[in-house]
């Protein structure tokens, strides 16, 4: 009697474990492919033939599930939150700037500086209601007459400058929505010297400007080597390589996709992909690691070029003034900062504690007085 007990024991063990063993198998083969795989090699190799669980198939329902969480990996990109500004625009109701304010007269004297270097951006901001960027943006799109170009909706740039702008976070101390407007300034002014007037067509202009517009959207305030050391999401999706570059423009175009917020929907297919590869390269070029390499291939092309007469460079085919410019951008990303640093002392550090694991200090940032930790948002830091 105590030997049948036992049996019915063990055979109860057994149907239960198979139950468990069934369950979890079910659940791996519906992780993916490979999983499935795993489940009927488990089955076939360990399990008895007359006893053998049931090999498990996904089921229709795991399978709509498997490809929705699919389509969410392939669209979903972090930092990308619901913001709807379109259906509360119309061309008929865009302020003068671009922006809705009481201090318009005061703004418009600040913004007679667009094509100076030395426009106070804080005070553009004090007088804009704090969206610096779209204001600035729309003040250079009006200035040199993109809208009409490019036939850009004002409504839809409004809509889409004041989606990139939620997407720049205030509470990080410099590279926010300020700091882009003060690039795009700057962009806008470089573009503007007798050096290089004619030199870029305005499709190249376009993407320049908006490269600056974009370059640091979503930005958490951290540099490219703490998000590698700490595992982050985003270095994890990069691979390490220019990570908060490559996000910002993830964030920048999947943007256009939001309500009323493609501004380049009148631009031919060609157009939008030209532009989206020299956006690609601008932003990416901001990576200060890659600065080094990209000096020396300009270098190397300006002494392998033709000069004109009068000293000036030839750039005459697209590859020379991408390469041109995707070397100017880092500089005036880091110009930009550094004046700011001089000029505001209201640029906050935050404390900061990593076992060692960051570099303590970013190549190429002690110029100016200044050193710059990695994961310091600002230039405020110590003198040197």
Known sequence: MPEANYLLSVSWGYIKFKRMLNRELTHLSEMSRS????????????????????????????????KQQKQQLMTQISGVKKVSHGPLLSSS???????????????????????????????????????????????????RDLLKTFKIPADTFVAYMMTLEDHYHSD?????????????????????????DAV??????????????????????????????????????????????????????????????DIFQNLTKKQRQSLRKMVIDMVLATDMSKHMSLLADLKTMVETKKVTSSGVLLLDNYTDRIQVWCTST????????????????????????IEGSVPPFLPMCQSGGYRLAPVFSCGVATSV
Not at 93 to 104: H, L
Not at 105 to 127: A, D, H, P, R
Not at 177 to 192: G, K, M, P, R
Not at 223 to 250: G, R
């Open 172 to 196: 990080v101390a410099y590279h926010n929505s300020l700091h882009a407007a003060d690039v795009a300034q700057s962009t806008h002014i470089l573009l503007s010297t007798p050096a290089l």
């Open 200 to 261: 870029f067509t305005d499709l190249e202009i376009l993407a320049a400007i908006f490269a600056a517009a974009i370059h640091d959207v979503d930005h958490p305030g951290v540099s490219n080597q703490f998000l590698i050391n700490t595992n982050s999401e985003l270095a994890l999706m990069y691979n390490d390589e220019s990570v908060l570059e490559n996000h910002h423009l993830a964030v920048g175009f999947k943007l256009l996709q939001e309500d009323n917020c």
């Open 35 to 66: 999983g499935n795989q795993v489940s009927e090699f488990i089955s076939n190799t360990f399990l008895d033939k007359q006893n053998d669980v049931e090999i498990p198939s996904p089921t229709s329902k795991a399978r709509e599930k498997k």
């Open 330 to 353: 880092p500089q005036i990303d880091r110009n930009c900062l550094w004046g700011s640093c001089d000029a505001e002392a209201e640029w906050s550090a935050y404390d900061w504690k």
């Open 93 to 143: 109701s865009i302020s003068r700037f671009g922006v809705k304010t009481d201090k318009e007269e005061l703004l418009s004297k600040e913004l007679e500086e667009l094509n100076k270097w030395g426009l106070n951006i804080f005070t553009v901001s004090e007088y804009s209601n704090n969206r610096p960027l779209t204001c600035i943006m729309y003040a250079i799109f009006q200035e």
